[in-house]
T-cell receptor
Framework: SQQGEEDPQALSIQEGENATMNCSYK?????LQWYRQNSGRGLVHLIL?????REKHSGRLRVTLDTSKKSSSLLITASRAADTASYFC????????????FGGGTRLMVKP | EAQVTQNPRYLITVTGKKLTVTCSQN?????MSWYRQDPGLGLRQIYY???????DKGDVPEGYKVSRKEKRNFPLILESPSPNQTSLYFC??????????FGEGSRLTVL
């Protein structure tokens, strides 16, 4: 079963706009991670946020984590056509040993 | 260059013909895992290994086997493939920090 669920499933924006993707999960976590996948390629790690952190930045990426609501958001600022990809959240559950469970992903299209 | 290498990248086979997808990592990671990705179902973990000779089932282990005889290699074995194992497969290794490094994927079609 999927621990994380992304919202929206698909998002289409213009270049230069900000893109926000959300992830909800069900059980306590050690950390939450975001990954990017270009069509048919391997996933690439973007950012990891631990359960005791609330916000993290990396370049144009900003991730927030609200453990009380069991949710996270990924914000991509000033989007570019090259940001077009699928984005996945993954949770490292406190009860799962070493299993990292992925959500269904958000397909982002950035139009030039 | 740090990488996870999978082979083959593409494979078409027939039902019942045993196949192995190899996976190798050069980062000295202890933890490795296999995922399958299917439309509408996301990534699901098949098996994982926390170290040499230690393997555990993930969410969808049926029909698959793995082995971990050395730290760098973690092959996925389909003893008798069936059409429902047609999928895109990813091998990954995990750093001590917790991030996964993925291979480029192996697209398998079972006729």
């Amino acid at each position: 079963s999927q621990q994380g669920e992304e919202d929206p499933q698909a998002l289409s924006i213009q270049e230069g706009e900000n893109a926000t993707m959300n992830c909800s999960y069900k059980t306590s976590i050690n950390n939450l991670q975001w990954y990017r996948q270009n069509s048919g390629r391997g996933l690439v790690h973007l950012i990891l946020i631990r359960s005791n952190e609330r916000e993290k930045h990396s370049g144009r990426l900003r991730v927030t984590l609200d453990t009380s609501k069991k949710s996270s958001s990924l914000l991509i600022t000033a989007s570019r056509a090259a940001d077009t990809a699928s984005y996945f959240c993954a949770t490292d559950r406190a009860s799962s040993g070493n299993m990292l469970t992925f959500g269904g992903g958000t397909r982002l299209m950035v139009k030039p | 260059e740090a990488q996870v290498t999978q082979n083959p990248r593409y494979l078409i086979t027939v039902t019942g013909k045993k196949l192995t997808v190899t996976c190798s990592q050069n980062m000295n990671h202890e933890y490795m895992s296999w995922y399958r990705q299917d439309p509408g179902l996301g990534l699901r973990q098949i098996y994982y290994s926390m170290n040499v000779e230690v393997t555990d089932k993930g969410d969808v282990p049926e029909g698959y086997k793995v082995s971990r005889k050395e730290k760098r290699n973690f092959p996925l074995i389909l003893e008798s493939p069936s059409p429902n194992q047609t999928s895109l497969y990813f091998c990954a290794s995990r750093s001590v920090v917790g991030e996964l490094f993925f291979g480029e994927g192996s697209r398998l079609t079972v006729l």
